[in-house]
Structures are given as C-alpha cells and as structure tokens.
C-alpha cells in the first residue's frame, strides 16, 4: 500500500554619553542561541550542489511575540514538505519552535487527496480531509542534554473517500504522523562554512502508520541535523543525501 506515503525554521543598540566622558568600549555581542535577528541568513549546499538559504525578514511577525519569519530563495514550493524548512521561527527559555502549520495544511488539503487519488486510477472519488490542529515541530529542547529524548510532532489526519458519488462505498483513512528528537552526540564538525567546536547531532526519528480498509501500514525514516548555538543548522544527514552550511551573516549587535 503507497498510501500518502509522501506526508510524513541588524539591531545595533548604541549607548551615548556625555561629551566629557571617555566613551565606553563597545564589545561584540554573542548571537542568541538560534540566531534569530532580521537579516540573519544562512546558505546551504544539498548532496547534488544546488544551493539554497534562508534569512529572517520579519521583526513584528503575526504569529505572536518572540516570532520570526524565515524567507527562503529559492522560494520553497507549496508541493515541498520539509520539517527543516519553516516558515516561522519562534525561541522560547525551554524550546526552538519550528511553526509549520500552513505548510501542513496546503500539504494536506491539496496533495494528499492528489496522492489518494492515485491509488483507485479511473474511478470517480470525493475525496475529503480533516483539517488538523498541530502547528508547531519542536526543533530542540532548552539546554540541549545528551541523550534525552522529546516529542518533537504528533498528529493525526483523517479522512474518507466515498467511490462513485456512492455513500454506501464511504471508507475512511487515518495518517498517525510521530516524530522524536535525541541529542545522540556533542563534538567538533568541519562544514564548508568553517570549524565548530561544539555542535549537537540531533536524530529525529519519524514513524508513519497509514490505516485504510482496516489495514495498517507503518513505515519509518531517520534525519540527522548537526545545530552549533549561536549559528544554527550547519549540517542535515537524510535519505537524500547531506546537505553542508556554507556561509552565514548575522548582523551585528554591541552591547556596553
């Protein structure tokens, strides 16, 4: 059964003083943890060389305090599904959150019902999908600890097709989508993009169970993200191959 198979984130603040003082020195400010300032912008390269990046645009985000907007260039389609690709970034004291919830829901109401489709070719079907309510991938947990384990994303999506506009052929079909992170290792990597002394490899582990007809299907993946605080993602290991960090910028930021 291939049911639905394909379903599976510059503020410079100057102190004056007075004309007769001595001016304080300004020093360098550490970036946050996961960067998250206008104009920050990171550059990948994936396992085929085509490169892509991301920057933060949006320092008054609708998605609530604390929320950031990533753009992506090229821009990410509607088709694309990418745990790894959010639309907004949002870092809380205990939590980077990945908020995904628009991209889910373009995900489900228009490609899923595509991908059903596919599976009864040359029968005529109403195909509707339940909208879901989980909005968030929780990228990481605050501090990172070795060897702890989160629920990183859960849902379920529901649905029915009823074949040949008859509702005595009504079945319905549910997608369990789980998803677990670990950090399983702390340690120095060379990316293009230059040497990190610490970074966390991070594994998600992500289960599908795809139930039609009263028969379920489980299937699972692994992805691998290497995060290095304050920078970022600078490295994914995944079923199509690694992609590498190869530049980032931050704007500056001083402090007294």
Known sequence: MRLISLMLCGIFILFGCGSDETPAPIEQQMPNYFPDTVGSRWVYRNADGSEWSREVTDGNSIHGEGSQVFTYTPPVTETEFDYLKP???????SQVLFVIGEKIDRYVQNELPASVADEFAGLELDITVAPITHPKFVFCQLPLTPNFQWDAFNTNVNGSIILQNLVLLQFPFEVHVSVKGEVVAIGSLETPAGSFEETYQIEY??????????EAETTQQRQTVWFAP??????IEGESGVTELIAYIFPETTKE
């Open 87 to 93: 639309d907004v970034l949002r870092v809380t004291d």
């Open 205 to 214: 582990q992500t289960e599908i169970t795809q139930t039609l007809f009263s």
């Open 230 to 235: 304050h920078v970022g993602i600078v490295k």
